[in-house]
């Protein structure tokens, strides 16, 4: 029966049929004389280094709920994808695996197509730890010009409490400042991005004694959506609505889209973008 029309032993079919997909000549396992497709429960076990009985009993609904480190051999063991692996845990404990952070330069060019079809409103992307990995045009007008910057300047916290001309920008520092702080903080944490984040607070603790004083505060919210001014140094006061959006299957990156609040700021910027 299908582990879609009844819900006993959905780990074990989910098992066996990963298990059924594999080659086992692409393991050095022989492939003759097999009566059934994939590898063997004692292969799987074997690559996983646990009890062959172990994996025998998962796979039949005996023994009870793995551990979170045995469905992680397993995971490896059978070539999962981050999806299938997060299915394996949803499925054999009912909760997502901890994330395993992944830091990249770049997005996709599908990606930063659909940051450009957003102009003339400003949007980005940040990766967990807040530095700021693609952008449009009307980001680089209005905001920052991220790509006069390398890579390892082009992170809002540093922004936000290192750099003069972003701190005069901002119509309320303070506010800004303490909201910035309290989101990267959820963010990171989501991300499991703690080992790559200690740096960077490291050196904002350094640096920036009114970092120090907020991070220590402990506040945490999240970004969703909500109102942003900058004062910008040509075009004046500009009012936006902003909205963020986790980037699917990457939880890691997040994209922050600003739209003008009203017709006369579309108007300004929409001019200044071109």
Request: hydrophobic fraction near 40%.
């Amino acid at each position: 029966m299908s582990e879609f029309v009844t819900s006993e032993n959905r780990l074990g079919a989910y098992l066996r049929d990963r298990r059924a997909k594999l080659d086992p000549a692409a393991f050095g396992f022989a492939g003759d004389r097999r009566r059934t497709p994939g590898l063997r429960r004692e292969e799987v076990a074997n690559r996983a280094n646990i009890s062959p009985t172990w994996y025998t009993w998962l796979e039949q609904g005996r023994g009870g709920a793995p551990s979170d480190d045995v469905l992680d051999r397993i995971s490896r063991a059978l070539m999962l994808t981050d999806v299938e692996r997060e299915h394996l845990f949803l499925i054999g404990l009912g909760r997502p695996p901890e994330v395993r952070y992944r830091r990249q330069a770049g997005v996709t060019p599908r990606l930063q197509g659909v940051l450009d079809a957003l102009d003339p409103s400003p949007a980005l992307i940040r990766n967990a730890i807040w530095d700021v990995i693609a952008w449009n045009r009307a980001a680089t007008v209005l905001l920052t010009d991220y790509g006069a910057l390398p890579p390892e300047e082009r992170n809002v916290l540093r922004f936000i409490f290192l750099d003069p001309r972003v701190r005069a920008a901002q119509y309320d520092w303070e506010s800004v400042a303490r909201f910035v702080v309290a989101a990267f903080r959820v963010d990171a944490a989501r991300a499991g991005a703690a080992a790559e984040v200690e740096p960077l607070v490291d050196e904002l603790c350094r640096k920036s004694p009114e970092f120090l004083a907020m991070w220590r505060d402990n506040d945490v919210r999240t970004h969703g959506e909500g109102a942003k001014h900058i004062k910008h140094p040509v075009l004046g006061l500009l009012s936006f609505e902003y909205s963020a959006f986790q980037v699917d299957g990457r939880p890691d990156l997040s994209m922050v889209v600003y739209n003008p609040a009203t017709e006369a700021d579309a108007e300004k910027i929409r001019a200044a973008v071109g």
